[in-house]
């Protein structure tokens, strides 16, 4: 058992990539796991390889009465619930037109993220201890990707929310950030340099090597690096940050 022994957590987006490596590093560590997302089997997957006691909720996070439903089973299976990690998330251009995926895209990364912020609230433990909302940003919250409209400034608002929230639960000694990634080795990703090349008419692996071109460490994150983060946030090392953005980006960007 770790840090994290004994705490109720919701996961979003937990049947993949950082999502899922989140879920193992906080049961590993202890933590009771709520599995949330929209393919219960890979929330069932990611529930038989975990350590620690989980329940797989499907939820599609923008719809906010699948949102209320999976978190009040959390809460009837757990008890009042200790953190959020807010990673559900919807990747991708948008282009204008009929097509545009805007709504879609700031759907699922803006909205989605307040109602599971809202819907935790009515479960929030009780202190002194702290409790956690951490929101999965993206480096795209730094700087702006043509033909990104929508990640970028849905990811971009996550920031803002965590700074508001954070003063808003000050006082109730509840602690508020948002971590953006850089490239992240995950399925989403592979979506991406898979549509580089496309794209450009190059090969995959041309497409991601010249992607991690601007990655000074030359490589992109495992999921279970950002896993480790998350856990130290929600952990006694974390104790003293709210209403901060941490930019684990391989010097992608320095701010």
């Known amino acids: 058992m770790g ?72 809460a009837e299976r757990f008890g009042p619930l200790h953190a959020l990690v807010a990673n559900a998330g919807a990747g991708g251009p948008n282009e ?7 709504d879609e895209i700031v759907r699922t990364n803006l909205d ?22 951490v929101y999965m940003s993206s480096c795209l919250a730094r700087f702006g990707v043509p033909g990104f409209t929508a ?23 509840v602690l508020v950030n948002a971590i953006c990634p850089g490239w992240v ?25 010249g992607a991690l071109a601007d990655v000074p460490l030359g490589r992109a994150a495992d999921p279970e690096e950002i896993a480790a983060l998350v856990s130290f946030l929600l952990g006694p090392g974390g104790r003293f940050f709210t209403g901060q953005a941490l930019d684990p980006n391989g010097g992608a960007w320095m701010g």
């Not at 022994?5 to 979003?12: D, K, N, S």
């Not at 929330?43 to 009465?65: F, M, N, P, Q």
């Not at 912020?117 to 002194?128: I, M, Y």
């Not at 990640?151 to 000694?173: D, F, I, N, P, Q």
């Open 151 to 173: 990640y970028c400034a849905s990811k971009t608002a996550l920031l803002g929310l965590a700074r508001a929230l954070a003063l808003e639960w000050a006082e109730r000694g």
């Open 3 to 74: 840090d994290h022994a004994g705490r109720a957590v919701v996961v979003t987006g937990a049947g993949t990539g950082i999502g899922r490596a989140v879920a193992l590093r906080l049961a590993r560590e202890g933590a009771r796991v709520a599995l949330l997302g929209r393919t219960r089997a890979s929330l069932e997957k990611t529930a038989a390889d975990a350590a620690g006691e989980t329940l797989v909720a499907t939820c599609d996070v923008a719809d906010g009465a699948s949102v209320a439903a999976a978190f009040d089973a959390a």
């Open 185 to 209: 080795e995950t399925e989403m990703a592979k979506a991406s340099w898979q549509n580089i090349a496309e794209g450009t008419g190059t090969s995959f692996d041309e497409a991601k090597a």
């Open 96 to 102: 204008p037109g009929p097509d545009d995926r805007w």
């Open 112 to 133: 989605g993220s307040y109602a599971c912020t809202r819907a935790l609230e009515r479960h929030l433990a009780p202190g002194p201890e702290p409790r956690h909302v």
